[in-house]
């Protein structure tokens, strides 16, 4: 019985041969086009067609810059102690992990016209955009709900369910994009993609962090949408529509038909199943990776968690927590936290553009070792920071471009070479993503917690955990993670 993935006898050499699964688009391709040996199929490079679906990756990254920046100042104005702040942003990434591979399980089995990822990509838009809309008026939520003056328990309320809700569209849009592109493109394809990723990723963190700096609330013609963080959201919600709708309406897709032996993976309990045995049946390049990507993201999290209260507090010297509302000093610290955030970007968004002529001369596993190494160096002269020294964080702010676009797209364009083959792919990547790129949002929630309350609030102490983080990242990556090369030798084999 021919299955797809699987080891299948041919009948013409009698030898044990692995078929790929292909789904209806790609099958219908010409051969030389997605047989990946074939000396055709090597030169082919990267049509605008096959690009469509990274569009929503710039929105996604737009709205996390914005969130990264102005979350945890929104909690702390809401009287939220920053000790729980973390704790605030760990249940969060706990619901994605919980929520998105199941989902990203249940849309490699479904049958829909627009196709599998598609529609489920349509419903975490539409979770992810309420999300920002209850972030950009949490307050007067509160105030229809009850709160009077400085009590403000409704608002933090919302803001809460506004940041989880966020997090899992945000993910699950994420994950349908990765599902997407492995579905429709071939091994030498994904790793253009992938360097398009980093490249949407970073202009999207210009956009995001751009917008964060400067001073919307006086800008003519938006004052009269609120203040800075109600116009900062509803930027960010239009955004996010308009570049998912582009993905959404562009993107080459069609309805898959199962075979008989699938169908019974299409119900939700299969699918909650698979996502179980996922786990356990993670190909070996990507349990590796996985590794590493989470050490690397465990330190990027610290950053944009606390970046903004390092630059208020100890930069600037800002007190938000003397009456619950953020004083001059500290906005003015909050903003400059997020035009270092730009910097870094700008500064990621240059790189981008040369990563993958970089990456063909060096390898994947050497860029991103060498990136990781750089980023545990900066994370480092964070902590030797002085009160005042604000061009020093600016300028190491800047630095971390490098290696935040490298880890957009270093794990993914070996992650995604090992699962391409695979009738899971879509699940392999949210399986990746969850592990190693939102439960250390998680984990870091918890951890960054613990050491401000050690250490009495000096967020000085969460860049030095950060900087240990990544030097072990670094040295897993070395070690232990296999290249690009090595996983299509290791596919080849298996």
């Known amino acids: ?18 078929t790929p699964f292909l789904p209806p688009l790609q099958a219908s391709m010409d051969s030389t086009e997605v047989d990946s040996d074939s000396e055709e199929s090597r030169s082919v490079k990267c049509s605008p067609a096959q690009l469509y679906p990274t569009f929503a990756f710039l929105g996604v990254q737009m709205c996390w810059s914005v969130a990264y920046a102005y979350i945890t100042p929104i909690l702390v104005t809401f009287n939220l102690n920053i000790e729980t702040v973390g704790l605030v942003w760990c249940m969060s990434s706990l619901a994605s992990c919980a929520t998105v591979p199941l989902l990203s399980a249940a849309s490699d089995f479904t049958q829909n016209s627009w196709g599998r990822r598609r529609p489920y990509m349509a419903m975490f838009l539409l979770v992810g955009g309420g999300g920002l809309l209850l972030l950009a008026y949490a307050d007067r939520i509160g105030v229809w709900f009850g709160d009077i003056g400085g009590q403000q328990r409704n608002a933090l309320s919302m803001a809460v369910m506004g940041l989880i809700l966020s997090q899992v ?28 990723f980093a490249l949407q990723g970073s202009l999207g963190r210009v956009v995001g ?46 309805r898959f038909i199962p075979q008989l032996y699938e169908l019974f993976n299409a119900s939700v309990t299969s699918s909650g199943k698979r996502a179980l045995f996922g786990m356990k049946s993670l190909p070996k390049a990507v349990r590796l990776a996985a590794v590493s990507n989470l050490l690397a993201w465990s330190s990027f999290a610290l950053l944009f968690y606390y970046g903004s209260y390092f630059y208020g507090s100890f930069i600037f010297g800002g007190d938000p927590e003397d009456t619950g509302v953020i004083d001059s000093i500290y906005e003015r610290g909050v903003q400059s936290a997020s035009f ?8 990621g968004s240059m790189m981008s553009l040369g ?54 797209q270093c794990p993914w364009a070996i992650v995604t070479v090992a699962v391409r083959r695979s009738e899971n792919s879509a699940l392999y990547c949210s399986l990746f993503r969850s592990l190693s790129e939102v439960l250390p949002f998680a984990l870091q929630g918890l951890i960054g917690s613990a050491l401000l309350s050690v250490f009495q609030g000096s967020a000085r102490s969460v860049f030095a955990a950060a900087s240990v983080l990544m030097a072990a990242a670094a040295v897993h990556t070395y070690f232990f993670v296999l290249d690009v090369q090595d996983v299509e030798e290791y596919e080849e084999e298996i």
């Open 355 to 408: 990563l993958g002529f970089v990456t063909a001369k060096v390898g994947i596993k050497t860029m991103w070792v060498s990136t990781l190494a750089f980023a545990a160096a900066t994370f480092l002269g964070f902590f030797f920071l002085r009160p005042g020294d604000r061009g020093a964080a600016l300028a190491l702010s800047a630095c971390l471009g490098l290696p935040l676009a490298a880890s957009y």
């Open 1 to 18: 019985m021919w299955l797809p993935g699987r080891n299948n006898l041919s009948s013409t050499t009698g030898k044990s041969e692995v």
């Open 340 to 347: 270092g955030f730009l910097l870094m970007a700008v500064v």
């Open 209 to 254: 962090f751009g917008l964060g700096a400067a001073n919307l609330g006086k800008a003519p013609g938006l004052s009269y949408l609120g203040d800075q963080i109600q116009i900062l959201f509803l930027l960010s919600a239009f955004l996010l529509f308009l570049t998912t709708s582009t993905t959404l309406l562009t993107a080459r897709e069609k």
């Open 169 to 196: 569209g945000l993910d699950g849009i994420q994950c349908m994009e990765r599902g997407l592109c492995t579905d429709t493109l071939d091994a030498d394809a994904l790793q253009g993609v992938n360097a398009f």
